[in-house]
């Protein structure tokens, strides 16, 4: 099966920079997601299609990738920003039309 | 405003059956995929299963392949999930998910509901 390798856990200062990573082989032949999950709230997408940003989510969240690695950056983290993370994506033969990584627990 | 709201039963016994529903308002329903997302007690999210908005074909992970069922009434504005044959480990809060036309991401999602599988 295919999978998305995500840090269990990231940890940022309020008004640092928070990277968190997402790999996979498919990565550069599919579009990556990401979610933004806070406990007892259902997600919310904060980048889709890599680094493209659904209206309403602050400029200082942000989306890239470099091969089969994509990184989701928050700038001047605030507390509010505490959440897990989630990247979604694809693998290429089309069996698996959705995998989500494992998680990355942002702590602020 | 987009609304989702799932409902089904809340406990199960293992090796039975689990139906679940979702029914959305406030966006054109038919127009629009769906999705079934899980979330088992101190796991990550795990997507289990999606449906076309209008040819019908879906999609399953391999955890749910053979022993569920998505559908959707669009008429009614609902989607639905069985899952037979339930084990402990299905238990989960179940989130369904509308998969956006623009983004082709799970662009909004309801507030999931919990489903207990336990003798």
């Known amino acids: 099966s295919y999978e998305l390798t995500q840090p269990p856990s990231v940890s940022a200062s309020p008004g640092e920079t928070a990277r968190i990573t997402c790999s996979g082989d498919?990565?550069?032949?599919?579009?990556v997601y990401w979610y933004q999950h806070r406990p007892g709230q259902a997600p919310v997408l904060v980048i889709y299609?890599?680094?493209e940003r659904p209206s309403g989510i602050p400029d200082r969240i942000s989306g890239s990738t470099s091969g089969t690695i994509v990184t989701l950056t928050i700038t001047g983290v605030q507390a509010e920003d505490e959440a897990v993370y989630y990247c979604?994506?694809?693998?290429?033969?089309?069996?698996?039309?959705?995998?989500f990584g494992g998680g990355t627990k942002l702590t602020v | 405003e987009v609304r989702l709201l799932e409902s089904g039963e809340g406990w199960v016994q293992p090796g039975g059956s689990l139906g679940l529903s979702c029914v959305g308002s406030g966006f054109t329903f038919r127009n629009y995929a769906m999705t079934w997302v899980r979330q088992a007690p101190g796991k990550g999210l795990e997507w289990i299963a999606s449906i076309s908005s209008s040819t019908g074909k879906v999609f399953y992970a391999d955890s749910v392949n053979g022993r569920s069922t998505i559908s959707r009434d669009n008429s009614k504005n609902t989607l639905y999930l069985q899952i037979h044959s339930l084990r402990p480990d299905d238990t989960a809060v179940y989130y369904c998910?509308?998969?956006?036309?623009?983004?082709?991401?799970?662009?909004?999602w309801g507030p999931g509901t919990l489903v207990t599988v336990s003798s």
């Open positions: 299609k890599d680094k």
């Open positions: 498919a990565l550069p032949k599919n579009y």
């Open positions: 998910a509308v998969i956006g036309v623009t983004t082709n991401g799970f662009d909004h």
């Open positions: 979604l994506s694809s693998d290429s033969s089309g069996s698996y039309p959705w995998v």
